[in-house]
């Protein structure tokens, strides 16, 4: 009795373990299938690099791959500079127009193509950490080669560690802030062949000292030199008609400058602030000086007003705390009259 209860006991405790056996293997195997399932199914799909449109063939030394550019992966590639050397796809120059065009980067630098010119233009791939830029004279594209007439708008806009640039005689243009926050930018040398300079295109440029426009600009755009603070000394070009709004606004240290000879107008806080300006001969052609031209001019001791002014504002003088004499034609004194009185300076007629 006592050995059939041995055997029934042994009978259930082999019975038992082999089903804990089994247990355990059936549920190592699914741990194992999980984990795989996992491995292979992740959360989230890799980022993909978006294909450059196809619309404009790729010159003979493209990338044969388009969602490569140059310096995409691989070892020792970087963002910017060398890493992007040539042509690396197509872009969108004017956004929603639909119209792309190839894109080059040399030396730093992105260069859009378009059918019969090239531009210097602002894109990612350009690199704003380099102090020295040299413009290209010319970009090939396909065989052919464009010479490279604008610099376009926000090119080097915040390039903050640019200190020269070479611009090359086939420049033309000029664009707006096109080295706006440039604050290392010490000096600039624009070729005779720039006709145009638009909005803000050196302001800001804190470190600029000294520029020559020169003759062949005959269209400034605002503000070019907007809060140059370091500007002292300035030639502008020759056939300027018309110094506009805020050129010269916040130039603090300018003491230098000459307004050409056939300028009829000068636009709304083109002085302002131009704390070290002491004497400034206005030309005889001069008919128009807006708002607040000379607002805190402190230091700007005369004035001589022309026979041809036809308009001041009431604003034009405000602030110019240390101003001692205004001289104005006797043909036109009583014009002003009004104006004058609320100041403290000396009117003499002549």
């Known amino acids: 009795m006592k050995s059939t209860h041995l055997r029934i006991f042994f009978r259930i405790t082999a019975i038992a373990a082999i089903t804990c056996f089994c247990l355990f293997i059936s549920a190592c195997s699914s741990k194992k299938i999980t984990d795989k399932d996992t491995e292979a199914s992740p959360t989230a799909a890799p980022t993909q690099a978006v294909q450059a449109p196809t619309d404009t063939p790729a010159p003979t030394d493209a990338p044969t791959d388009p969602d490569v550019l140059p ?5 020792g590639s970087d963002e910017g500079g060398e890493a992007y050397d040539g042509y690396v796809g197509t872009v969108e120059a004017v956004p929603d127009s639909g119209e792309y065009y190839p894109l080059y980067v040399y030396d730093g630098i992105s260069y859009c193509v378009f059918p019969d010119h090239a531009e210097v233009i602002f894109t990612w791939l350009s690199d704003d950490t ?3 830029y040299n413009i290209r004279e010319t970009i090939a594209d396909e065989g052919k080669f464009y010479n490279v007439t604008a610099i376009g708008d926000q090119s080097f806009y915040c390039f903050s560690y640019l200190t020269t640039v070479s611009i090359p005689s086939t420049v033309t243009c000029i664009g707006e802030s096109a080295f706006e926050f440039c604050e290392s930018l010490a000096a600039v040398d624009i070729p005779s062949s720039v006709t145009s300079i638009a909005d803000y295109a050196f302001s800001e440029c804190s470190s600029l000292t000294e520029v020559t426009v020169p003759d062949t600009v005959t269209d400034l755009g605002w503000g070019v030199f907007y809060n140059c603070t370091s500007l002292a000394s300035v030639t502008l070009p020759s056939g300027l008609t018309t110094i506009p709004h805020d050129t010269f606004s916040g130039c603090e240290a300018l003491t230098d400058i ?10 709304q806080e083109a002085f302002w602030y131009c704390e070290a300006l002491e004497t400034l001969e206005l030309p005889e052609s001069l008919a128009v000086i807006e708002d607040s031209v000379f607002y805190n001019c402190v230091n700007l001791k005369e004035l001589r007003f022309p026979k041809s002014l036809l308009m001041l504002s009431e604003t034009a003088l405000d602030c110019c705390d240390t101003l001692e004499k205004v001289y104005c034609p006797a043909s036109i004194v009583s014009n002003f009259r009004d104006i004058f009185d609320g100041y403290d300076f000396e009117v003499i007629e002549y």
Do not use: F, Q
């Open 258 to 267: 000459t307004i050409p000879a056939g300028v009829t107008s000068i636009g």
């Open 71 to 75: 310096g995409d992966g691989g070892e």
């Open 130 to 132: 380099l102090e020295d």
